[in-house]
């Protein structure tokens, strides 16, 4: 298996500008998550889907963070309007079922905003 | 408020001795722990699971214990290597599926 693929792995774009970071599961895992990483606050949890519904959207620190998984190979995090603080790594990562509890992460999209 | 501790940002060591790592939280009551293995520019990939009623789990040269009573979990590397060096991370179930990470330790190991 090619494990977790994103895209991109790289990202610079102006504040303002809509951002939109793509990934694609391990066929057969029906759990979804996507993480930021930064220095100052670690690896944190945005959001958690499981068969493609979205069930714990806590961690998206605001309105201008969306995520969708409209199928069970393919979801994206949106951000929009991008800011400088957004800046970080963005991983995902997906996991087998709900009663598997490792998690398998992708290489992640290194997000600069300027 | 809940707080995961690993032991020092960074751990030097010499080839061939054993590396020790110390993951310490404070108000949480975890059903399971993970240690995850991030090399730079990659992401974290899962080593380990190690349950509330297992004190120990090995795994070829690594070695997790686990002491809920002390809230603490120790992740050793013996016999290290220098292909060993990485950030390792662990992290702490909140519920079936959330995991708070640590803000990991960082090993090299010198040939």
């Known amino acids: 298996d090619a494990g977790v693929i994103q895209s991109p792995r790289h990202e610079v774009t102006e504040m303002g500008q809509e951002v939109t970071l793509r990934c694609k599961p391990i066929?057969?895992?029906?759990?979804l998550f996507w993480y930021r990483q930064t220095m100052m606050r670690g690896l944190e949890l945005l959001i958690y889907?499981?068969?493609?519904?979205?069930?714990?959207d806590s961690g998206m620190p605001e309105d201008r963070f969306s995520a969708k998984m409209p199928n069970a190979s393919f979801s994206t995090l949106k951000i929009q309007p991008s800011e400088p603080r957004d800046s970080a790594v963005y991983f995902c990562?997906?996991?087998?079922?709900?009663?598997?509890?490792?998690?398998?992460f992708g290489p992640g999209t290194r997000l600069t905003v300027t | 408020s809940q707080k995961i501790e690993q032991n020092s940002e960074a751990l030097n060591i010499q080839e061939g001795k054993t590396a020790t790592l110390t993951c310490n939280y404070t108000?949480?009551?975890?059903?399971?722990l993970q240690w995850y293995r991030q090399d730079p520019g990659r992401g974290p990939v899962f080593l380990l699971l190690?349950?509330?009623?297992?004190k120990e789990k090995r795994k070829e040269r690594l070695k997790v214990t686990f002491d809920t009573t002390l809230k603490q979990s120790l992740f050793h590397i013996t016999a290290s290597q220098p292909a060993d060096s990485a950030t390792y991370l662990c992290?702490?179930?909140?519920?079936?599926?959330?995991?708070?990470f640590g803000a990991g330790t960082t090993v090299t190991v010198r040939a």
């Open positions: 992290a702490l179930d909140i519920n079936d599926y959330k995991l708070s």
């Open positions: 990562a997906s996991r087998p079922t709900q009663t598997s509890y490792e998690q398998y």
């Open positions: 889907f499981n068969n493609n519904v979205p069930i714990d």
């Open positions: 066929s057969g895992h029906n759990s």
């Open positions: 108000n949480y009551s975890p059903a399971y």
């Open positions: 190690i349950r509330e009623n297992e």
